[in-house]
């Protein structure tokens, strides 16, 4: 069996978390050498129009910052099967 592939790009690893709101999925980004990296969701049943805008507006912001603490942002979108909103640093 396969594992699973997310929007025919991230390679599912394991799940690291899930929480009431969303979860973050470890996956390896086949576009970028297979560089691991942390892929965060917002669950479908929280995924309101407020909530994805101020999802958005992280990711915006995370992606502005650049320093050897913080971790890189990469990118943002939706999930093809599930729906979820999703960004991956």
Same mark, same amino acid.
């Given at each position: 069996?396969?594992?699973?592939?997310?929007?025919?790009?991230?390679?599912?690893? %394991?799940?690291?978390? %899930?929480?009431?709101?969303?979860?973050?999925?470890?996956?390896?980004?086949?576009?970028?050498?297979?560089?691991?990296?942390?892929?965060? !969701?917002?669950?479908?049943?929280?995924?309101?129009?407020?909530?994805?805008? %101020?999802? %958005?507006?992280?990711?915006?912001?995370?992606?502005?910052?650049?320093?050897?603490?913080?971790?890189? !942002?990469?990118?943002?979108?939706?999930?093809?099967? =599930?729906?979820?909103?999703?960004? !991956? =640093?």
């Amino acid at each position: 069996m396969d594992p699973l592939t997310i929007n025919h790009r991230y390679r599912v690893i %394991r799940e690291l978390g %899930r929480g009431g709101m969303g979860r973050v999925l470890l996956v390896e980004d086949t576009h970028l050498e297979d560089r691991k990296m942390a892929l965060k !969701t917002i669950l479908p049943g929280a995924a309101t129009a407020e909530f994805v805008e %101020r999802f %958005r507006v992280e990711f915006a912001g995370l992606a502005k910052l650049s320093h050897p603490n913080i971790a890189s !942002t990469y990118d943002f979108g939706q999930i093809e099967e =599930t729906g979820e909103h999703f960004f !991956t =640093t």
